[in-house]
């Protein structure tokens, strides 16, 4: 059985429910049980350790529900087995926030190029060091910091 | 001059084949981005692009002469463009329209623009604004048709 | 071993509705399968909208749903409202109000001109942008901008409603039912059109609520969600409308739902045009001078209804002038994710008009 | 709650043949309505007054304060260095929207620099301005044929035929 | 009185066998003079009457009125570059628009143009098998269709092909069969109610026309109609070309002129057929007060039957591939064949 960490509101009157990142799957199993579908996948760089954040959502309560968890190793259980929506989102989360999900199948960058070096949206990322992208004649795109090899 | 006739000539012609490329610009349909809304304004009923001849929008690169960048150009697009660019025929044109295309807009912190499609592409005429409106857009065309006909310098 | 056609069906191609890459796998006509690569628009707003002021953001949210503006901004208004407690005045809520119909209205003009020309008519197009027009000359008369309007600021509206612009409103609102109608007969009244939407691009309810799917689609799916009634935001909850919803899960229903979303905003905009209250349409506490210096602390989930369903916005601020993360939960990326499901053993031609009815906005699915 | 949910009713289909002439029949009957273009380069078309497109700079009012390089989304606009001759201007009133101010000083002699080709003319820095002093007008013919769109202090204030680029 | 003789009349100061070689020459330039020129005139026509319908103006700057625009449009597409893509069938790519030029050129040529004032008769051929002539003509077409589409090696110009060819295939049938229909009326005169000679004679098919055959069959207009539109490939039924889905089809990787005279084809191809219908349904150069007039009544009828086609293009959208082999196969086939049958008993009761 899951544990419910603590319980909160944000400013939206949305109830945040934190829970440990290995009680999810069953958190979520139970939820879905209940009639819940996954909104949206939110990951947030503390610095020390990331925020996963899963808004789900019943459409016949009209509740809207925030889970919460931390990682501190960037791996966090995946929920495409739940529901279909989470495919597209981890791959996102994964691209910009560099969040791993264990068991999506295909875990690859999904607005990026695959050999872009770096997730974006992590405050530590320099965007200092600017990559280029080329492609070659058969449309695989390569990745360089070299500015002639690029756009 | 005695043997002049014939410069004279190829220049008739050749006036004569700007004159017909600069009335006769079938864009390309190329709409990356928020411009591409404001370019199918242009060609809309209100500013009937179509009155200077750019009635109508090519599909193919092979068969437009002026290519429209219109909108953010990215660094995954960029090579696309490019390859899009070398697909039209001679003499073909370009016009770098918003400021995403001139050099990077609202983007330029970011990490995956390209600060200005004139690194990919040559560009003729550049039209700032975000986007343009309908107006602006038809005022860098007919400043395209002027400098096709070598009137203009701006 | 069966013989596949590879056909890749973008970046640029005049279907798509902007740059995508459809990877088709074709037997003859028949669609085998379909992969989409999203990415060509990442113009990576979420990262630029940490290292900038709050008010400053407003720029990029304009641009992701870059033909629905006046929502996005709403959606990202709404937001950090809540997060920086500011109160808006009653007056402003209204206009919100009507800019955000407007904006639909025109959003949906767009899609249906669109939509056309994916099946080769060409004459809607140009009437949906007569209308258009007008609406843009409306919003050009309240804001000074087109298109990407930046009409909408913390605390109310940058500027005020004068007469004329509700007198335009009005006028425009005269002209445009019976437009509508005559735009929506040139479509049913063909026989083809028919022929080319009825029964096509299929989605069962169960499937669209696994993958997330809002908006006309989801309704059009026989689900009446909208975030409109079920958490009404601004004054949503003040006036009379219908939450038009379909049990036909095909893209006549759609359209039929669409146009009919249509009538209900005109609706909207009539009513609410008569009840703009007098008063301020600027909340004081973020008046022009103090733009730079709005904190916002804790952290927000809000969500509105853009013109392809339900459009969130997550911030977490930190107590300084910048957000510390914005996230924006994209309709029509989780949209665009179902095209694969509805045009499995469709051909080629209903794969185009079934992306014209999910009508995608690429700035919104890359961002 | 006011919103209701209705399902819409689906029409008839329409007959082959007598639908499609209903339809050629709709779009025929626009044929004989006035075409509503605007013939733009010799009429421009009714521009509202709030129209914006590009910066100008009325530069007495400038009081260097970078507010507007502060509010910059895209850092577009730069201060710099300009040496113009206020000529009584400190004595100059201007009626601004916190009211009337006089005694404008531009102390540092810092007046913004624009750069038109990554303005999105969102009109930030226009809302911010404590004096007004930077203001959005109607000119929108400015395209070029050349990628310089830098406009120094000097060149905001005039009008767009003057800088020649 | 024809156009040859009297062309023949004009040059006989040169002797019989110059005079008549130089009147076919000039006889065949005429008309191919007259065919270009109303092709730049129907271009022009059709875009101020497609941009009429859509509220905007058309093009109205190059020339008074935009009149020289077409010549603008030529001018820059002769001065493009002509790419030869990589891995093309070179001498299919390059003889493809070729094809569809010259045969419909070739096929105006054909049709009795009926009579005008002093000129006399316009027609130049004069044979007794000219409906089978133009059908045969009519079926070149697709060859170069087949032949641009395929030699360029580009999917989209692959399926692009496939359209066409199940177009023509399959509305090749219904078209020849109304024809036929029209024959057989036509064999049996209505004046005296003999049978006479020449059903398959385009000439004898319009001088016969006392009451347009189009109000004795109007299935067989119909048929022949929309058969008219899908060879043409005009909207709804533009499959091969279809620009939303496949770009241009099979002319896809054209450019330059080549691609203009595949242009040219598809505005050559819906005036021919108008002309066709004209003359096998509506009375052709018949007219009523005077024969004299003969070709400025084809004309007309050719002009607003071209007009109703561009109606037909920009309003309705396109129809779907299998949809569009079912319309020919399922309903146009037998239709065709019941007005045969129709065309039969008809026959017999005038007899």
Same mark, same amino acid.
């Given at each position: 059985?899951?544990?419910?960490?603590?319980?909160?509101?944000?400013?939206?009157?949305?109830?945040?429910?934190?829970?440990?990142?290995?009680?999810?799957?069953?958190?979520?199993?139970?939820?879905?049980?209940?009639?819940?579908?996954?909104?949206?996948?939110?990951?947030?760089?503390?610095?020390?350790?990331?925020?996963?954040?899963?808004?789900?959502?019943?459409?016949?309560?009209?509740?809207?529900?925030?889970?919460?968890?931390?990682?501190?190793?960037?791996?966090?259980?995946?929920?495409?087995?739940?529901?279909?929506?989470?495919?597209?989102?981890?791959?996102?989360?994964?691209?910009?926030?560099?969040?791993? *999900?264990?068991?999506?199948?295909?875990?690859?960058?999904?607005?990026?190029?695959?050999?872009?070096?770096?997730?974006?949206?992590?405050?530590?990322?320099?965007?200092?060091?600017?990559?280029?992208?080329?492609?070659?004649?058969?449309?695989?795109?390569?990745?360089?910091?070299?500015?002639?090899?690029?756009? | 001059?005695?043997?002049?006739?014939?410069?004279?000539?190829?220049?008739?012609?050749?006036?004569?084949?700007?004159?017909?490329?600069?009335?006769?610009?079938?864009?390309?349909?190329?709409?990356?981005?928020?411009?591409?809304?404001?370019?199918?304004?242009?060609?809309?009923?209100?500013?009937?692009?179509?009155?200077?001849?750019?009635?109508?929008?090519?599909?193919?690169?092979?068969?437009?002469?002026?290519?429209?960048?219109?909108?953010?150009?990215?660094?995954?697009?960029?090579?696309?463009?490019?390859?899009?660019?070398?697909?039209?025929?001679?003499?073909?044109?370009?016009?770098?329209?918003?400021?995403?295309?001139?050099?990077?807009?609202?983007?330029?912190?970011?990490?995956?623009?390209?600060?200005?499609?004139?690194?990919?592409?040559?560009?003729?005429?550049?039209?700032?604004?975000?986007?343009?409106?309908?107006?602006?857009?038809?005022?860098?065309?007919?400043?395209?048709?002027?400098?096709?006909?070598?009137?203009?310098?701006? | 071993?069966?013989?596949?056609?590879?056909?890749?069906?973008?970046?640029?191609?005049?279907?798509?509705?902007?740059?995508?890459?459809?990877?088709?796998?074709?037997?003859?006509?028949?669609?085998?399968?379909?992969?989409?690569?999203?990415? !060509?628009?990442?113009?990576?707003?979420?990262?630029?909208?940490?290292?900038?002021?709050?008010?400053?953001?407003?720029?990029?949210?304009?641009?992701?749903?870059?033909?629905?503006?006046?929502?996005?901004?709403?959606?990202?208004?709404?937001?950090?409202?809540?997060?920086?407690?500011?109160?808006?005045?009653?007056?402003?809520?209204?206009?919100?109000?009507?800019?955000?119909?407007?904006?639909?209205?025109?959003?949906?003009?767009?899609?249906?001109?669109?939509?056309?020309?994916?099946?080769?008519?060409?004459?809607?197009?140009?009437?949906?942008?007569?209308?258009?027009?007008?609406?843009?000359?409306?919003?050009?008369?309240?804001?000074?901008?087109?298109?990407?309007?930046?009409?909408?600021?913390?605390?109310?509206?940058?500027?005020?409603?004068?007469?004329?612009?509700?007198?335009?409103?009005?006028? !425009?609102?005269?002209?445009?039912?019976?437009?509508?109608?005559?735009?929506?007969?040139?479509?049913?009244?063909?026989?083809?059109?028919?022929?080319?939407? #009825?029964?096509?691009?299929?989605?069962?309810?169960?499937?669209?609520?696994?993958?997330? @799917?809002?908006?006309?689609?989801?309704?059009?799916?026989?689900?009446?969600?909208?975030?409109?009634?079920?958490?009404?935001?601004?004054?949503?909850?003040?006036?009379?409308?219908?939450?038009?919803?379909?049990?036909?899960?095909?893209?006549?229903?759609?359209?039929?739902?669409?146009?009919?979303?249509?009538?209900?905003?005109?609706?909207?905009?009539?009513?609410?045009?008569?009840?703009?209250?007098?008063?301020?349409?600027?909340?004081?506490?973020?008046?022009?001078?103090?733009?730079?210096?709005?904190?916002?602390?804790?952290?927000?989930?809000?969500?509105?209804?853009?013109?392809?369903?339900?459009?969130?916005?997550? @911030?977490?601020?930190?107590?300084?002038?910048?957000?510390?993360?914005?996230?924006?939960?994209?309709?029509?990326?989780?949209?665009?994710?179902?095209?694969?499901?509805?045009?499995?053993?469709?051909?080629?031609?209903?794969?185009?008009?079934?992306?014209?009815?999910?009508?995608?906005?690429?700035?919104?699915?890359?961002? | 709650?006011?919103?209701?949910?209705?399902?819409?009713?689906?029409?008839?289909?329409?007959?082959?043949?007598?639908?499609?002439?209903?339809?050629?029949?709709?779009?025929?009957?626009?044929?004989?309505?006035?075409?509503?273009?605007?013939?733009?380069?010799?009429?421009?078309?009714?521009?509202?007054?709030?129209?914006?497109?590009?910066?100008?700079?009325?530069?007495?009012?400038?009081?260097?304060?970078?507010?507007?390089?502060?509010?910059?989304?895209?850092?577009?606009?730069?201060?710099?260095?300009?040496?113009?001759?206020?000529?009584?201007?400190?004595?100059?009133?201007?009626?601004?929207?916190?009211?009337?101010?006089?005694?404008?000083?531009?102390?540092?002699?810092?007046?913004?620099?624009?750069?038109?080709?990554?303005?999105? @003319?969102?009109?930030?820095?226009?809302?911010?301005?404590?004096?007004?002093?930077?203001?959005?007008?109607?000119?929108?013919?400015?395209?070029?044929?050349?990628?310089?769109?830098?406009?120094?202090?000097?060149?905001?204030?005039?009008?767009?035929? #003057?800088?020649?680029? | 009185?024809?156009?040859?003789?009297?062309?023949?009349?004009?040059?006989?100061?040169?002797?019989?066998?110059?005079?008549?070689?130089?009147?076919?020459?000039?006889?065949?330039?005429?008309?191919?003079?007259?065919?270009?020129?109303?092709?730049?005139?129907?271009?022009?026509?059709?875009?101020?009457?497609?941009?009429?319908?859509?509220?905007?103006?058309?093009?109205?700057?190059?020339?008074?009125?935009?009149?020289?625009?077409?010549?603008?449009?030529?001018?820059?597409?002769?001065?493009?570059?002509?790419?030869?893509?990589?891995?093309?069938?070179?001498?299919?790519?390059?003889?493809?628009?070729?094809?569809?030029?010259?045969?419909?050129?070739?096929?105006?040529?054909?049709?009795? *143009?009926?009579?005008?004032?002093?000129?006399?008769?316009?027609?130049?051929?004069?044979?007794?098998?000219?409906?089978?002539?133009? !059908?045969?003509?009519?079926?070149?077409?697709?060859?170069?269709?087949?032949?641009?589409?395929?030699?360029?090696?580009?999917?989209?110009?692959?399926?692009?092909?496939?359209?066409?060819?199940?177009?023509?295939?399959?509305?090749?049938?219904?078209?020849?069969?109304?024809?036929?229909?029209?024959?057989?009326?036509?064999?049996?005169?209505?004046?005296?109610?003999?049978?006479?000679?020449?059903?398959?004679?385009?000439?004898?098919?319009?001088?016969?026309?006392?009451?347009?055959?189009?109000?004795?069959?109007?299935?067989?207009?119909? @048929?022949?109609?929309?058969?008219?539109?899908?060879?043409?490939?005009?909207?709804?039924?533009?499959?091969?070309?279809?620009?939303?889905?496949?770009?241009?089809?099979?002319?896809?990787?054209?450019?330059?002129?080549?691609?203009?005279?595949?242009?040219?084809?598809?505005?050559?191809?819906?005036?021919?057929?108008?002309?066709?219908?004209?003359?096998?349904?509506?009375?052709?150069?018949?007219?009523?007060?005077?024969?004299?007039?003969?070709?400025?009544?084809?004309?007309?009828?050719?002009?607003?039957?071209?007009?109703?086609?561009?109606?037909?293009?920009?309003?309705?959208?396109?129809?779907?591939? #299998?949809?569009?082999?079912?319309?020919?196969?399922?309903?146009?086939?037998?239709?065709?064949?019941?007005?045969?049958?129709?065309?039969? !008993?008809?026959?017999?009761?005038?007899?």
């Amino acid at each position: 059985m899951y544990k419910i960490i603590s319980e909160s509101e944000d400013k939206n009157k949305i109830k945040i429910i934190n829970i440990d990142k290995n009680d999810l799957i069953e958190f979520m199993e139970d939820y879905k049980s209940k009639g819940y579908y996954l909104s949206s996948i939110t990951g947030v760089d503390m610095q020390d350790h990331l925020e996963v954040i899963y808004h789900i959502h019943n459409y016949d309560t009209h509740e809207y529900i925030e889970v919460k968890i931390l990682t501190t190793d960037d791996k966090v259980p995946s929920l495409t087995k739940l529901w279909k929506a989470a495919k597209g989102d981890e791959r996102e989360q994964y691209d910009l926030m560099g969040i791993i *999900f264990e068991g999506h199948e295909n875990l690859r960058r999904i607005v990026l190029p695959d050999e872009w070096v770096g997730h974006p949206l992590r405050k530590s990322y320099d965007l200092k060091k600017v990559q280029y992208i080329n492609m070659d004649s058969e449309g695989k795109e390569h990745v360089s910091y070299n500015e002639n090899e690029g756009w | 001059m005695k043997n002049g006739d014939l410069g004279i000539k190829t220049t008739t012609i050749e006036k004569a084949l700007e004159w017909g490329s600069a009335n006769s610009l079938w864009p390309l349909t190329m709409g990356l981005a928020c411009c591409a809304i404001e370019m199918m304004a242009t060609q809309a009923a209100d500013l009937d692009i179509a009155r200077f001849g750019s009635e109508i929008f090519r599909n193919s690169p092979r068969q437009s002469d002026l290519m429209i960048v219109a909108g953010t150009t990215t660094k995954r697009m960029a090579p696309r463009v490019k390859r899009v660019y070398e697909e039209m025929p001679y003499p073909k044109y370009v016009i770098a329209m918003g400021v995403c295309v001139i050099q990077g807009g609202p983007y330029v912190d970011g990490y995956s623009v390209v600060m200005g499609v004139d690194k990919v592409v040559p560009v003729d005429v550049y039209i700032p604004g975000c986007p343009p409106s309908p107006q602006a857009l038809t005022y860098g065309i007919m400043t395209l048709q002027k400098k096709i006909k070598h009137e203009t310098d701006r | 071993m069966a013989h596949y056609t590879e056909l890749n069906i973008g970046p640029i191609h005049p279907a798509v509705h902007g740059i995508l890459k459809f990877k088709v796998k074709l037997q003859e006509e028949i669609i085998e399968d379909v992969e989409i690569t999203l990415g !060509f628009l990442h113009r990576n707003a979420e990262k630029i909208c940490e290292l900038n002021y709050y008010a400053d953001n407003m720029v990029y949210f304009d641009r992701m749903d870059y033909i629905d503006a006046m929502n996005m901004e709403l959606g990202y208004l709404t937001a950090v409202e809540k997060l920086m407690d500011m109160e808006v005045p009653e007056r402003a809520q209204w206009i919100r109000m009507i800019m955000a119909e407007l904006n639909r209205l025109a959003a949906r003009l767009v899609g249906l001109g669109a939509f056309g020309l994916d099946m080769g008519m060409l004459t809607p197009f140009f009437h949906c942008f007569i209308e258009r027009e007008k609406i843009q000359k409306i919003f050009v008369e309240a804001s000074g901008g087109r298109q990407e309007v930046n009409y909408m600021s913390i605390g109310g509206v940058y500027q005020d409603f004068n007469d004329q612009i509700i007198n335009d409103i009005r006028e !425009f609102l005269k002209e445009f039912k019976p437009y509508l109608e005559d735009i929506y007969g040139m479509f049913m009244h063909s026989e083809i059109f028919w022929q080319r939407n #009825d029964g096509i691009g299929i989605l069962e309810p169960d499937v669209a609520l696994d993958y997330g @799917v809002t908006g006309p689609l989801l309704r059009g799916s026989g689900i009446a969600y909208d975030v409109r009634k079920d958490a009404p935001y601004l004054f949503y909850d003040k006036v009379n409308f219908n939450i038009p919803i379909s049990h036909k899960k095909d893209n006549m229903g759609r359209f039929i739902l669409k146009v009919e979303e249509m009538r209900q905003s005109i609706r909207i905009i009539e009513q609410s045009i008569d009840k703009i209250p007098d008063g301020p349409y600027f909340n004081n506490k973020a008046k022009k001078s103090m733009m730079l210096r709005l904190k916002g602390d804790g952290e927000v989930f809000s969500r509105v209804e853009s013109e392809n369903g339900e459009f969130g916005v997550y @911030v977490r601020g930190n107590g300084t002038f910048k957000p510390w993360r914005v996230h924006v939960r994209s309709p029509a990326f989780k949209n665009i994710s179902v095209v694969p499901v509805m045009a499995k053993g469709m051909m080629i031609a209903d794969l185009i008009v079934i992306i014209g009815s999910v009508d995608t906005v690429i700035g919104e699915i890359d961002r | 709650m006011v919103a209701t949910v209705k399902e819409i009713e689906i029409p008839k289909k329409p007959v082959p043949i007598l639908g499609s002439l209903r339809t050629m029949g709709i779009v025929g009957k626009y044929m004989f309505k006035k075409p509503i273009t605007t013939q733009y380069p010799e009429e421009k078309g009714e521009i509202p007054e709030r129209f914006r497109y590009r910066i100008f700079l009325a530069p007495e009012a400038c009081i260097g304060c970078t507010l507007c390089e502060q509010i910059c989304p895209n850092h577009s606009i730069k201060m710099e260095k300009w040496d113009f001759k206020r000529e009584d201007t400190e004595k100059l009133t201007i009626e601004t929207a916190h009211g009337e101010r006089t005694n404008l000083q531009n102390k540092r002699h810092i007046y913004p620099d624009v750069n038109f080709g990554t303005c999105t @003319v969102c009109r930030q820095c226009e809302e911010i301005c404590p004096t007004d002093a930077i203001y959005l007008t109607h000119e929108f013919e400015n395209s070029r044929t050349r990628n310089s769109f830098t406009y120094s202090p000097e060149e905001l204030t005039k009008q767009e035929q #003057d800088v020649i680029k | 009185m024809n156009l040859l003789t009297r062309i023949h009349e004009w040059f006989s100061f040169l002797g019989n066998p110059a005079s008549y070689a130089i009147g076919y020459l000039l006889e065949t330039l005429f008309i191919i003079m007259f065919v270009g020129i109303s092709f730049i005139a129907l271009i022009y026509i059709f875009r101020k009457y497609m941009a009429r319908i859509q509220r905007r103006i058309g093009p109205n700057r190059v020339g008074k009125f935009g009149l020289l625009q077409l010549i603008a449009d030529a001018l820059k597409l002769i001065g493009k570059e002509s790419i030869l893509p990589e891995g093309r069938d070179d001498l299919a790519y390059k003889i493809a628009p070729l094809i569809i030029m010259i045969a419909t050129l070739v096929s105006f040529i054909i049709l009795p *143009f009926g009579d005008l004032t002093y000129f006399g008769s316009l027609t130049i051929t004069h044979s007794k098998i000219t409906l089978i002539l133009l !059908f045969g003509i009519l079926s070149i077409l697709p060859i170069g269709e087949i032949l641009g589409g395929m030699s360029t090696r580009s999917n989209y110009a692959l399926i692009g092909t496939m359209r066409a060819v199940a177009k023509d295939v399959s509305f090749e049938v219904p078209m020849l069969i109304s024809a036929l229909a029209i024959v057989m009326i036509s064999s049996r005169s209505f004046v005296t109610g003999n049978a006479i000679v020449g059903g398959f004679n385009l000439s004898t098919i319009v001088t016969d026309q006392i009451i347009p055959y189009g109000i004795i069959e109007p299935v067989g207009l119909i @048929v022949f109609f929309i058969s008219m539109i899908a060879r043409a490939s005009y909207t709804p039924y533009d499959l091969a070309e279809s620009d939303s889905e496949l770009i241009t089809g099979y002319t896809t990787e054209y450019s330059g002129m080549r691609f203009g005279l595949f242009y040219i084809g598809l505005f050559g191809m819906i005036y021919l057929g108008s002309f066709f219908i004209s003359i096998l349904y509506l009375a052709g150069s018949n007219g009523p007060v005077t024969t004299d007039l003969g070709f400025i009544y084809l004309f007309i009828k050719t002009d607003i039957l071209v007009l109703i086609a561009f109606l037909i293009w920009v309003s309705l959208p396109r129809i779907r591939i #299998d949809k569009f082999v079912n319309l020919g196969w399922k309903y146009l086939l037998p239709l065709s064949v019941i007005n045969l049958v129709y065309a039969g !008993f008809f026959i017999l009761y005038i007899r």
